[in-house]
């Protein structure tokens, strides 16, 4: 399982794609959607009925070399038995092998609700204009906890279904199907072709079983850390709370280089009287690599009040010594579109850094997060202290 969670997580949240590459050449905040929005069928049944739309995303980063080009048409190639009368059409065209490319199409959850706690039947059906082998290809689905999901490593002319069935978690913060083409170092072959897919999500008659825990620290690229963070009075307004749980979460992925060894505390420098978080990293890459990340998040447990809302994420931070981070950010992120802005220096005196967004009215999650680095980024110097605060406000 462990093996599984980095395999498929690796590249969730968010390595470099091309979007962001050209969000970093800018010092204003650009709103704009990193996942094309594409129509596909996806039927639901029972009591997951009306929780997904029609609208899926796309997920494409380039490494080294270009991800897959894909076009995306609907066509009416169902086979009977089938609960579509049209599915989905991948007109792909890969590229060499390389590192750090990712291309997926998913759909999440509009509502995760009915998801939680119970056992999930994703099938997912398949086939080919000629037979096609994808070495790095998967069906999954995530719940912002886990990933559960199968191989496919080939498919053919004829209809193939693949079945991925498991746990979503109890505390589940978003239901996301997706359908993988490559991965990493993963190659298509041939680099040239057609492939239909459609999609069902279902109750599984299997008994319920808890998903495995986490794998340890050490093994997983997720951490889970205790740094404070501020809420305005409309925030808790809409949360319903008079306080704020201070759980983080951060990413490390190693690429070509390993990104940097990061401590995080609750024991920063005061901002203005109040508690902070202490990033201590070690190691950073002083030169380029590729599809190297270190960020640090907060996200909160129910999107849906934020609907429609326009949040601002306020970062306010300070080094010991003068940091560079040639792709260092702050972004939001609801499910549908990142809004970001850069963070290139960091020093001695404190500085306030604010994005915001205007957040999807179907968004599935609503997450803040602090990137030291991404892609082919640097930090200079490689060892470092920096303190942060970040405040979560929603604009009247």
């Not at 980063?61 to 609907?74: H, L, T």
């Not at 279902?202 to 690229?221: C, F, I, L, Q």
């Not at 690599?289 to 931070?317: C, H, M, N, Y």
Request: with cysteine.
């Amino acid at each position: 399982m462990k093996r599984l969670l980095v395999f498929f997580l690796a590249p969730i949240v968010v390595m470099g794609l091309a979007t962001l590459a050209l969000l970093l050449l800018t010092d204003q905040p650009v709103n704009t959607s990193r996942r094309p929005i594409v129509t596909c069928p996806i039927e639901a049944k029972a009591e997951f009925a009306k929780t997904f739309d029609n609208k899926w995303l796309i997920w494409t980063e380039d490494g080294n070399v270009k991800a897959p080009s894909v076009r995306v048409d609907q066509s009416k190639s169902a086979a009977s038995g089938m609960p579509f009368s049209n599915t989905c059409e991948l007109s792909f065209k890969a590229h060499e092998a390389g590192q750090g490319i990712d291309w997926r199409i998913g759909n999440t959850a509009v509502d995760v609700a009915p998801f939680r706690g119970k056992m999930v039947q994703l099938r997912v059906w398949v086939k080919s204009s000629v037979p096609v082998e994808l070495s790095t290809g998967t069906a999954y689905f995530y719940d912002g906890r886990s990933v559960t999901g199968k191989a496919v490593r080939r498919i053919d002319q004829n209809w193939q279904t693949i079945d991925v069935i498991g746990p979503v978690s109890k505390d589940a913060g978003s239901f996301e199907s997706w359908f993988r083409l490559v991965l990493g170092d993963g190659t298509i072959k041939p680099q040239e072709g057609k492939i239909h897919f459609a999609m069902e999500v279902s109750p599984s008659d299997r008994p319920y079983e808890a998903p495995t825990p986490p794998a340890p620290a050490a093994a997983s690229p997720f951490v889970a850390h205790r740094c404070p963070v501020e809420m305005s009075d409309s925030v808790l307004a809409l949360t319903g709370s008079t306080r704020t749980e201070n759980k983080w979460t951060s990413y490390r992925f190693d690429g070509s280089k390993p990104a940097p060894e990061v401590i995080a505390q609750a024991d920063g420098v005061p901002f203005n009287g109040k508690p902070t978080c202490r990033l201590k990293y070690f190691k950073a890459p002083g030169s380029p690599g590729s599809a190297v990340d270190w960020r640090i998040g907060f996200q909160f447990p129910d999107a849906a009040v934020f609907r429609g809302k326009e949040v601002t994420l306020t970062i306010a931070a300070r080094a010991e010594k003068p940091i560079s981070l040639d792709t260092g950010s702050i972004y939001i992120y609801d499910g549908h579109k990142v809004a970001q802005i850069p963070v290139t220096k960091i020093g001695p005196e404190w500085t306030d850094i604010t994005i915001s967004s205007s957040i999807d009215p179907s968004a599935s999650v609503l997450q803040g997060w602090f990137r030291l680095l991404l892609g082919q980024g640097t930090i200079v110097p490689a060892d470092g202290e920096i303190d942060f605060l970040a405040r979560f406000d929603v604009l009247p």
